[in-house]
């Protein structure tokens, strides 16, 4: 695969990131994920202007949008991707060895890749472990994606494919790499950014194309719900099978399937919605 670093198309085998990056050592970078559909990155607008909150909130000089449109474009060129994913990632650069930056400027990468299928639909069980909707990174998607790993794997050991966060008031919040949807009695809802959940791309094309409530609820709702659904730049709309082994009434019930069926006439009107 060929990738893009601070300016340059290098194969992989020749791109080289320094062992003293900020983001190796201390996690300090924000990325975004986007999908390549027909040859393009789906909703890339969306996705430009959230790394753009993202280096604000983490306090990165943030790439201009217009060298990164033509950083994945030349990484689809040379890869000839046509349905796959791409990922944005920029960190701290070079720096001393402690939390302290240096002054050798970010590193910006740019990566494709193919596509991994996702089944379709999952089980999914409660981490153990809350989100702290009141953190420093609360709505920055960074590199620190150490809680994701460990709660990703909890779920994986239990025969699930996703783990969903409370936060630290008991109210639902957020997979490890998902935003999640639940319906009950006739509601579609899902969980408003306050409750510290990323502010997800396809969550928010969801939310315009159906009605869906954003509202508060705990966490034991999931395991209530009528039927539910997570979105994610990849998995798009994946409805839920179970919670912790409890098989929902529906999957998929009709607000996913609505959704879902929204979502994809979306992608095939346009590429940058």
């Known amino acids: 695969m060929k990738v893009w670093i601070n300016g340059s198309v290098l194969d992989e085998a020749d791109a080289r990131v320094s062992p003293f990056d900020h983001g190796l050592l201390t996690g300090d970078g924000v990325f975004e994920t986007l999908k390549v559909v027909r040859g393009g990155p789906f909703a890339a607008r969306r996705h430009l202007e959230r790394l753009a909150v993202s280096c604000r909130g983490l306090g990165l000089p943030c790439p201009d949008p217009a060298q990164m449109r033509e950083a994945m474009a030349a990484v689809i060129d040379a890869n000839g991707l046509e349905d796959a994913r791409l990922r944005i990632t920029v960190t701290g650069g070079p720096s001393p060895l402690g939390s302290d930056r240096g002054d050798a400027g970010p590193m910006v990468v740019v990566a494709g890749g193919p596509l991994a299928g996702w089944p379709a639909s999952t089980d999914v069980v ?45 109210h639902l919040c957020e997979g490890t790499g998902s935003n999640i949807f639940l319906a009950k ?15 997800g791309v396809t969550r928010a094309l969801v939310t315009e194309t159906v009605h869906v409530v954003e509202d508060s609820v705990p ?16 998995r798009e709309v994946q ?4 919670v912790d082994g409890v098989v929902l009434p529906a999957c998929p019930g009709p607000q996913t399937l609505a959704a879902a ?13």
């Open 126 to 170: 409660l981490a153990p472990w809350p989100r702290n909707e009141r953190g420093a990174l609360v709505g920055i998607k960074t590199t620190s994606y150490g809680e994701n790993v460990v709660a990703l794997a909890y779920a994986k050991e239990r025969g699930a494919g996703e783990a969903i966060f409370a936060n630290t008031a008991g």
């Open 261 to 273: 069926a929204a979502f994809k006439a979306l992608v095939a009107r346009t590429v940058d919605p």
């Open 185 to 199: 009695g006739g509601r579609l809802i899902t969980p408003p950014l306050s409750a510290g959940c990323l502010a």
């Open 239 to 242: 409805p839920i099978r179970a």
């Open 219 to 234: 966490l034991a709702a999931l395991l209530e719900a009528d039927e539910a659904f997570l979105t994610s730049s990849t």
